[in-house]
């Protein structure tokens, strides 16, 4: 038997883990299992990034070991097979604002916890964001800034959702460089996140799951 | 007698270099003329205080206040950012306005928004900027990629120089992209074969990418000339500007713009070997960089935005291996060479403090964003100043009593037997400008020792 992919993941072995990957296929085991259990590995690595224990590198590094082995065992996949997701989310950076990093890691350890993320990308007008919210009938919106110009963005964001009516049928929270609690009442947004587990705990707390 | 440049220690290295600042000179060599008495005495005052401030011996008449803003002078004197990059008068005079209005005890000069036509000129790729991937109304923004691949760390070991010419240079500037055609120049050597190495500079499309850089230059010339000018200008009017020259920690410098976040962060685990010797590659080049920018401005502060080493974006162990030997290495080169590295500490810096605590005592001027700056004082407030840390979100949203309040409470703790500069703790390009006018004027009025 070979090793523990939950353990040789969480840890970052990346060489180790798409060793134990390619043995299990070739083995002719269940992709979705093997996906299931990066799956688990990543919410090891999420908690120690909680826990201060993995920072950033590591979250970049475990995305990149994961991609890695989404791209040997996807192609495996029967059609058809799809991995349930607990709830949607639309996130992007604010209009007049085209930093991405830290969304993106945000989107992707909502991914990995399972939601289904809507990025929107950058620079996204405030209409954009409310379009998407009533295509998807997503609960929960992720709005990103990094420059200060983005306070404003972030304010005229909600307030077009509240304009379209849907303020009452989703959560808002922001993130970013130079956003804080006093940014999240002038905007009014639901929540400041410091980073990107606080997304998802955010998010888990607004959806479930 | 006085003694050679070059068997100064780096204590009177930077004394020179403080009295160089306290006796300034006009562009022809001569004494600068002060528009009255009162503006050479604020200026000298300002210099003397800064002094005190950062050599941390006495405490300063009282605490020095300044503003180190991003765009917020352009955006506050009624121009949008597009008009501030394209119109160099217009740039300058807003600049002029910022700084006779809040009344700085230093500035730190209008090069922020930079030359747009010069960007156009050479097809700066690295960067969006308004009206060229953002809103007129947006500042510029990094446009982050790997313009250095992940194999070419052997290049850039070799000859950094030569990588950044022939692989760097021409993929972050469409119009140098015929560099790459370039040959070495350590291959020029003797009589045969020396003409092998010009005929690159023959083909029309190197001859087409000189062309553009001397076009590029010219712009650039006349950019600093209106740059240059305001600085001369507040100067005789009581306020210097401080700032010789930027440099960067060398993990920063290839991470930020070589690498890139995602591919430095990724080096660390596959291939920490390379990433080191890289590191240590560049350091020498990064010192030269703010020493030469000294020696040329005649300004002693050299500013080193930090990134990549903040809380949370490296563990303590990486920024012990990565991060911080190399940084340190920079900061002791430019004290030893008579510069004031300062360092602005973007983000949180709460777990690296302990690190900073081995500098020389005296010699740096740290600015602070989100850092808890009461305990910082506690920590390396007999290693250093700390310059800040009044925060964007305050400028932006509070009211003038809020932010006199937040002031209060680091001049009561932080400025505490000098060692402290009020400022603004990150860049902003927007804020209530009652907001700024509070915190300066209140530290002034607030702030003098007894």
Redesign the interface.
């Known amino acids: 038997m070979a090793k523990d992919l939950v353990k040789t993941l969480a840890d970052?072995k990346?060489k180790e883990a798409l060793k134990i990957v390619e043995d299990r296929l070739s083995a002719g085991e269940d992709p979705l299992k093997i996906l299931d259990d990066a799956k688990r590995a990543l919410e090891i690595v999420g908690k120690r990034f909680s826990d201060c224990e993995?920072?950033?590198?590591?979250l970049?590094?475990a995305g990149?070991i994961l991609k890695a082995i989404t791209e040997r065992v996807k192609p495996k996949i029967a059609k058809g097979a799809e991995v349930k997701r607990i709830g949607k989310v639309v996130i992007g950076t604010v209009a007049?604002?085209?930093?991405d990093?830290g969304k993106d890691i945000v989107v992707f350890m909502l991914d990995v916890n399972g939601f289904e993320v809507f990025d929107l990308g950058i620079?996204v007008p405030a209409q954009k964001f409310v379009d998407k919210i009533k295509e998807t009938n997503s609960k929960v919106v992720g709005l990103s800034g990094f420059?200060?110009?983005a306070?404003?963005s972030m304010k005229e964001t909600v307030e077009a959702i509240k304009k379209a009516g849907l303020r009452d049928k989703v959560k808002i929270m922001i993130g970013g460089?130079?956003?804080?609690d006093?940014?999240k009442?002038?905007a009014g947004a639901d929540a400041y996140g410091k980073?990107a587990m606080a997304a998802v705990t955010l998010a888990k707390g607004w959806i479930g799951g | 007698m006085e003694k050679k440049w070059e068997e100064m220690s780096a204590d009177e290295k930077q004394e020179a270099q403080f009295q160089k600042l306290l006796s300034p000179k006009d562009p022809g060599g001569n004494d600068l003329k002060f528009q009255s008495p009162e503006a050479k005495a604020n200026y000298q005052a300002a210099i003397t205080r800064l002094k005190v401030a950062i050599q941390l011996k006495k405490t300063p008449d009282r605490v020095p206040v300044t503003i180190f803003p991003s765009m917020f002078p352009f955006t506050y004197a009624g121009m949008n950012l597009q008009e501030a990059m394209y119109d160099y008068d217009r740039c300058v005079a807003g600049f002029k306005k910022f700084v006779l209005d809040f009344k700085p005890d230093i500035h730190f000069g209008a090069a922020g928004p930079g030359p747009g036509k010069f960007y156009e000129i050479l097809n700066y790729k690295l960067y969006a900027w308004p009206g060229h991937g953002v809103a007129p109304t947006s500042s510029y923004q990094c446009l982050e990629g790997e313009y250095m691949k992940a194999e070419e760390y052997d290049l850039l070991i070799t000859d950094p120089s030569f990588y950044f010419r022939n692989f760097y240079l021409p993929r972050v500037f469409g119009a140098l992209e015929p560099w790459s055609m370039l040959p070495p120049l350590t291959g020029i050597l003797e009589m045969y074969g020396v003409a092998f190495s010009f005929i690159p500079f023959g083909l029309p499309p190197v001859q087409g990418a000189y062309k553009a850089l001397l076009e590029a230059g010219a712009e650039a010339l006349k950019w600093a000339m209106a740059v240059g000018g305001v600085d001369g200008e507040l100067a005789t009017l009581g306020f210097p500007n401080v700032l010789g020259g930027f440099t960067k920690a060398p993990f920063d410098t290839i991470g930020d713009t070589l690498r890139g976040t995602k591919g430095i962060m990724v080096d660390m685990y596959r291939r920490p070997d390379k990433l080191l010797e890289a590191l240590e590659a560049i350091t020498p080049i990064m010192i030269n960089l703010g020493l030469g920018a000294a020696q040329q401005t005649g300004k002693p502060f050299i500013f080193m935005p930090l990134h990549k080493g903040a809380d949370g974006f490296l563990s303590d162990e990486q920024f012990k291996t990565f991060y911080w030997p190399t940084l340190k290495k920079v900061i002791l080169g430019l004290i030893e060479g008579g510069c004031i590295p300062f360092p602005a500490a973007e983000g949180g810096y709460n777990t690296r403090l302990k690190f900073l605590k081995d500098l020389p005592k005296g010699k740096t001027l740290w600015m602070f964003d989100q850092t808890d700056i009461v305990k910082a004082k506690g920590i390396v407030g007999n290693t250093l100043c700390i310059f800040g840390n009044v925060p964007s979100a305050m400028l932006n949203l509070s009211t003038p009593q809020e932010v006199k309040d937040y002031c209060k409470k680091l001049i009561d703790t932080v400025a505490k037997g000098g060692g402290f500069i009020m400022a603004n703790g990150a860049f902003f390009d927007e804020a209530k400008p009652e907001n700024v006018k509070a915190m300066v004027d209140f530290t002034k009025e607030y702030g003098m020792h007894k």
Not at chain 1, 96 to 99: S, T
Not at chain 1, 177 to 180: P, R, S
């Open positions: 970052l990346e993995y920072f950033i590198p590591d970049v590094y990149e007049g604002d085209i930093h990093i620079d420059l200060t110009l306070f404003d460089g130079q956003i804080d006093q940014v009442g002038f980073d």
